[in-house]
Nanobody, 116 residues
Framework: QVQLAESGGGLVQPGGSLRLSCSAS????????MGWYRQAPGKQRELAAV???????NYADSVKGRFDISRDNFNNSVTLQMNNLNPEDTAVYFC??????????WGQGTQVTVSS
């Protein structure tokens, strides 16, 4: 089993920045991909950004050029730097981890609200 602990999030004005962090514990050696999904009110959960242990990165088209994901394999953590935020980025952001063979894990979620 893997446990994910998130930090960051909050309220920011349009054009502002926020940083989300997530630390994994438990069976961390089984984890390949880590990243962030988000779910806006009334919408399905969608990928924001994900990074593999080897450093391969995938971003949603809507966040490319604005979000930057990074990973610390030694400390089993992942960080999402979000810049130039707009109201459409408002959502609950969930930390995500997936094993090499099996297992998908979720954090509890952290609210990001972009509003003036």
């Amino acid at each position: 089993q893997v446990q994910l602990a998130e930090s960051g999030g909050g309220l920011v004005q349009p054009g502002g920045s926020l940083r989300l962090s997530c630390s994994a514990s438990g069976s961390v050696d089984t984890i390949n991909a880590m990243g962030w999904y988000r779910q806006a009110p009334g919408k399905q959960r969608e990928l924001a950004a994900v990074i593999t242990r080897g450093g391969s990165i995938n971003y949603a088209d809507s966040v490319k050029g604005r979000f930057d994901i990074s990973r610390d394999n030694f400390n089993n953590s992942v960080t999402l730097q979000m810049n130039n935020l707009n109201p459409e980025d408002t959502a609950v952001y969930f930390c995500y981890a997936a094993g090499y063979i099996t297992g998908v894990y979720w954090g509890q979620g952290t609210q990001v609200t972009v509003s003036s």
